[in-house]
């Protein structure tokens, strides 16, 4: 099916049952309600937090294939793309929330950042919890979902406090160790980059235009990348044009042309060729294939 462009849903689109910037209900029904438009691309304006406790298939994030399994936590920000793909019936819990959410309660705006699983990365959006841990999440969305239905201020604060102790027990179950197994100073500088990152990857594409910014050299960019995730500050810039490359593309409403302008190349054959070399086929190739799937 050829979709003109990728669409971006908030809350209230969605599901009428969101209050307050939230919705946090058991899977079946909202499956059932909405899955005709779950299983094409599409992105969200808010947070997005799945726990599956029953049920098979897949799930696409970011042009990345995960599997769906009983165990399986899926966590998204904003802007990401995906798409579901179940085989039979499935059986969790979801949540949504705005940005807002946690506004005017967390002193730290940021505090969301120092999870792992919430910088916008596709993998890093994937846990899989073990029998005890899935046990322990289920209760706390029973909560969640309960406190929900309830609506009241004091219930929505409850909500807020739960989904804070279920961050922190998918960040501990997921063997990353968060902020906690980093220097501060380090983990900060790396969410630092990657906020410029979202912010400019379409016009500065050199990591010292970067490190200007952060005030630290090139190679202290370079080594704090390689240190925390094996990559160059370099790549992660790449990286980060290909998937905007990648989302653009996959929307019929844009020429290659345009979609190398919008990403500053040169031309349409400079972005060809920066395209097949990341992604191992031509834009044209990758548009066919994502728009008749």
């Not at 940021?110 to 841990?133: H, K, M, S, W």
């Not at 010292?208 to 202290?220: G, I, R």
Request: aromatic share 12%.
């Amino acid at each position: 099916m050829v979709q003109k462009s990728i669409p971006v849903y908030d809350i209230p689109s969605i599901d009428d049952a969101a209050r307050h910037g939230l919705l946090a209900t058991a899977l079946p029904g909202y499956v059932e309600r909405h899955y005709a438009h779950l299983h094409h691309p599409h992105r969200h304006s808010f947070y997005h937090l799945v726990l599956f406790t029953a049920g098979s298939g897949t799930h696409t994030i970011d042009f990345c294939r995960f599997p769906v399994a009983p165990g399986a936590a899926y966590f998204m920000t904003p802007g990401q793309v995906h798409g579901w793909q179940f085989e039979g019936p499935v059986d969790g819990y979801l949540v949504h929330f705005n940005d807002s959410f946690f506004k005017n309660f967390l002193q730290d705006d940021r505090y969301l950042e120092r999870f792992g699983f919430f910088a916008g990365d596709a993998a890093q959006g994937v846990c899989r919890f073990d029998e005890e841990t899935t046990k322990q999440a289920v209760a706390l969305f029973a909560e969640i979902v309960r406190e929900a239905e309830a609506g009241d201020i004091h219930g929505l604060d409850v909500v807020r406090l739960q989904l804070l102790r279920y961050f922190i027990l998918a960040d501990r179950a997921s063997g990353r160790g968060g902020a906690a197994s980093q220097p501060s100073q380090k983990s900060m500088l790396l969410r630092n980059f990657r906020r410029l990152i979202d912010a400019h990857f379409a016009e500065w594409r050199l990591p010292k235009q970067y490190a200007d910014v952060l005030y630290v050299t090139p190679n202290h960019l370079n080594a704090l990348c390689r240190d925390l995730l094996g990559k160059t500050a370099g790549d992660l810039i790449r990286e980060r044009v290909l998937l905007e490359a990648k989302r653009l593309l996959t929307g019929a409403d844009l020429t290659v042309a345009a979609v190398a302008d919008r990403l500053h190349f040169e031309d349409a054959s400079y972005f060809g060729r920066f395209f097949r070399k990341y992604e191992g086929s031509t834009p044209e190739q990758f548009r066919k294939q994502m728009l008749t799937q």
